[in-house]
T-cell receptor, first 110, second 110 residues
Framework: DGGITQSPKYLFRKEGQNVTLSCEQNLNHDAMYWYRQDPGQGLRLIYYSQIVNDFQKGDIAEGYSVSREKKESFPLTVTSAQKNPTAFYLC?????????FGPGTRLTVL | KQEVTQIPAALSVPEGENLVLNCSFT??????LQWFRQDPGKGLTSLLL?????REQTSGRLNASLDKSSGRSTLYIAASQPGDSATYLCAVSDGNQFYFGTGTSLTVIP
């Protein structure tokens, strides 16, 4: 089955730790995206990548980092510099300007 | 910058009723508009995609319309069912990024 997988589903982090969220797609899409979703707010773009080895900052990139070494993978690292990382993180890919989403990772800072 | 607004924020209807969800955007220079459904704690599921050259798209009980010149789209749900209860989001693409509304939370009462 083609689709987007995100792991883990739930992630707990202690303050001061870096954590990495995984996103993998087998849809052969060139573009991939990371969004953050907070209660009562819309999706906010963190980073996006249109091709391998290239990515751009979105609206809220501070405290996050990404890499795009393979077409099918776009991991997101939440660094200790992100002051309020507790949120629901969604990964997406797109083809011809149609987006498809993974199931999400809920990150909680303890 | 593109801004997307969805009204109402929440809607509660009895089962069997037809309903309309609204989406408005500020910049009419869009590639397409996409409607999504999100269940609690889940990722987004694509419902309908309307290309900028199209006026409407239909899938089963769902019909989405697009009026680019006025910056508006509507999602019509016919004969609503309790299983339709979810948050509905619209997003517009400018060919590079996607811009999301904050969603309409729909509850269909049996």
């Amino acid at each position: 089955d083609g689709g987007i997988t995100q792991s883990p589903k739930y992630l707990f982090r202690k303050e001061g730790q870096n954590v990495t969220l995984s996103c993998e797609q087998n849809l052969n899409h060139d573009a991939m995206y990371w969004y953050r979703q907070d209660p009562g707010q819309g999706l906010r773009l963190i980073y996006y990548s249109q091709i391998v080895n290239d990515f751009q900052k979105g609206d809220i990139a501070e405290g996050y980092s990404v890499s795009r070494e393979k077409k099918e993978s776009f991991p997101l690292t939440v660094t200790s510099a992100q002051k309020n990382p507790t949120a629901f993180y969604l990964c997406a890919s797109s083809r011809r300007n149609e987006q498809f989403f993974g199931p999400g990772t809920r990150l909680t800072v303890l | 910058k593109q801004e997307v607004t969805q009204i109402p924020a929440a809607l509660s209807v009895p089962e069997g009723e037809n309903l309309v969800l609204n989406c408005s955007f500020t910049d009419s220079a869009i590639y397409n508009l996409q409607w999504f459904r999100q269940d609690p704690g889940k990722g987004l599921t694509s419902l309908l995609l309307i290309q900028s050259s199209q006026r409407e798209q239909t899938s089963g009980r769902l019909n989405a319309s697009l009026d680019k010149s006025s910056g508006r789209s509507t999602l019509y749900i016919a004969a609503s069912q309790p299983g339709d209860s979810a948050t509905y989001l619209c997003a517009v693409s400018d060919g590079n990024q996607f811009y999301f509304g904050t969603g309409t939370s729909l509850t269909v009462i049996p």
